[in-house]
């Protein structure tokens, strides 16, 4: 068993848009039955919310349901984290926890307000933007910085303890983003630009800025961010992490798979694949030690501290509650 902590997967808004079990599906990348063998296993699940979404809060409000549902439905398998204690439960039990996140800030409407009903329903972190610009500011295919709106969002959020995801982000919005909050930044799913020269990566001026302030950076598995061109495999993955590793990311590095959101390189099929991918770190020379902080340790340590103090928030459900 190899213990996993995954910052992103779109599997949730597939799930929910196509009625799929989160328990066993053959359809998706990621299904209960196939992650339990790791162990534990603390999976990010992103609402995503597309730039041409028409109804984004409803659509977040439809994948928070189906979340929830699946945990209540599956008890036995999984629990929606929503503090300290939950992780540390979770962790010891060797079991699954679920935290749920928002992919794109549009979700919002434009209306701060909005920010209370997505804590309440347990939000740990959004991603400020996907590809095109929204009320925040500008995305990665759609250059722009933090708009006045994105300031008053970025202090909610940090006030509800809402963690900024600049993965997406455009170099502007990222670096007023970095001047406008006090905390850490997350990038949840992005690899290096050096690597590989996609807007969507991040720069490595960009990642010592995360690292500087403590944050994390999940590795995604999207062939596009992995190689400009060519055949790809895991080892792709692994030129990311030597890369984030030489600008002193031993902290930091994390997993951001964007299962279920993104054509996947060779040799990886889903969650099954992980322990898979963990072997092809440790054949490359990898210490155990250094696969443990990054395929789980960085993340694990980093929402134990940033969910201290934290309660169950009052519209979040309990696994224990009956349907």
């Given at each position: 068993?190899?213990?996993?902590?995954?910052l992103?997967?779109?599997?949730?808004?597939?799930?929910?848009?196509?009625?799929?079990?989160?328990?066993?599906?053959?359809?998706?990348?990621?299904?209960?039955?196939?992650?339990?063998a790791?162990?534990?296993?603390?999976?990010?699940?992103?609402v995503?919310?597309?730039?041409?979404?028409?109804?984004?809060?409803?659509?977040?409000?439809?994948?928070?349901?189906?979340?929830?549902?699946?945990?209540?439905?599956?008890?036995?398998?999984?629990?929606l984290?929503?503090?300290?204690?939950?992780?540390?439960?979770?962790?010891?039990?060797?079991?699954?926890?679920?935290?749920?996140t928002?992919?794109?800030?549009?979700v919002?409407?434009?209306?701060?307000?909005?920010?209370?009903?997505?804590?309440?329903?347990?939000?740990?972190?959004?991603?400020?933007?996907?590809?095109?610009?929204?009320?925040?500011?500008?995305?990665?295919?759609?250059?722009?910085?933090?708009t006045?709106?994105?300031?008053?969002?970025?202090?909610?959020?940090?006030?509800?303890?809402?963690?900024?995801d600049?993965?997406?982000?455009?170099?502007?919005?990222?670096?007023?983003?970095?001047?406008?909050?006090?905390g850490?930044?997350?990038?949840?799913?992005?690899?290096?630009r050096?690597?590989?020269?996609?807007?969507?990566?991040?720069?490595?001026?960009?990642?010592?800025?995360?690292?500087?302030?403590?944050?994390?950076?999940?590795?995604?598995?999207?062939?596009?961010?992995?190689?400009?061109?060519?055949?790809?495999?895991?080892?792709?993955?692994?030129?990311?992490?030597?890369?984030?590793?030489?600008?002193?990311?031993?902290?930091?590095?994390?997993?951001?798979?964007?299962?279920?959101?993104?054509?996947?390189?060779?040799?990886?099929?889903?969650?099954?694949?992980?322990?898979?991918?963990?072997?092809?770190?440790?054949?490359?020379?990898?210490?155990?030690?250094?696969?443990?902080?990054?395929?789980?340790?960085?993340?694990?340590?980093?929402?134990?501290?940033?969910?201290?103090?934290?309660?169950?928030?009052?519209?979040?459900?309990?696994?224990?509650?009956?349907?």
């Open positions: 068993m190899i213990p996993y902590f995954d992103h997967c779109d599997t949730i808004s597939e799930c929910a848009l196509k009625d799929v079990s989160l328990r066993d599906n053959r359809s998706l990348h990621v299904s209960l039955e196939r992650g339990k790791l162990g534990p296993w603390f999976q990010c699940f992103a995503w919310i597309p730039d041409e979404s028409d109804s984004p809060l409803q659509r977040f409000r439809l994948a928070a349901d189906c979340l929830k549902k699946e945990a209540r439905n599956h008890s036995d398998l999984f629990t984290c929503q503090n300290q204690e939950d992780l540390k439960k979770i962790a010891k039990d060797c079991g699954i926890g679920a935290i749920l928002v992919e794109g800030g549009s919002l409407e434009g209306r701060l307000e909005v920010l209370e009903e997505l804590s309440a329903s347990g939000v740990k972190m959004i991603t400020l933007t996907w590809n095109r610009a929204n009320e925040i500011g500008g995305g990665a295919m759609e250059p722009g910085g933090l006045p709106f994105g300031q008053q969002v970025l202090k909610e959020m940090e006030r509800l303890k809402i963690l900024p600049v993965s997406h982000a455009s170099d502007p919005l990222f670096w007023e983003t970095a001047e406008a909050v006090q850490p930044l997350v990038a949840s799913h992005s690899n290096s050096k690597v590989c020269p996609h807007p969507r990566n991040l720069t490595d001026d960009q990642f010592r800025e995360i690292c500087r302030r403590g944050g994390l950076v999940g590795l995604n598995f999207y062939r596009e961010f992995l190689m400009y061109s060519g055949q790809c495999g895991m080892e792709a993955i692994l030129s990311h992490a030597e890369h984030f590793l030489s600008l002193g990311g031993e902290d930091v590095l994390a997993m951001g798979s964007d299962f279920d959101g993104a054509e996947m390189p060779q040799g990886i099929e889903g969650i099954q694949s992980i322990e898979s991918l963990a072997e092809c770190f440790l054949r490359h020379g990898y210490a155990e030690s250094l696969v443990k902080k990054i395929f789980y340790q960085n993340s694990f340590s980093f929402f134990q501290k940033h969910m201290a103090n934290q309660v169950k928030s009052p519209g979040a459900f309990d696994n224990r509650e009956k349907l």
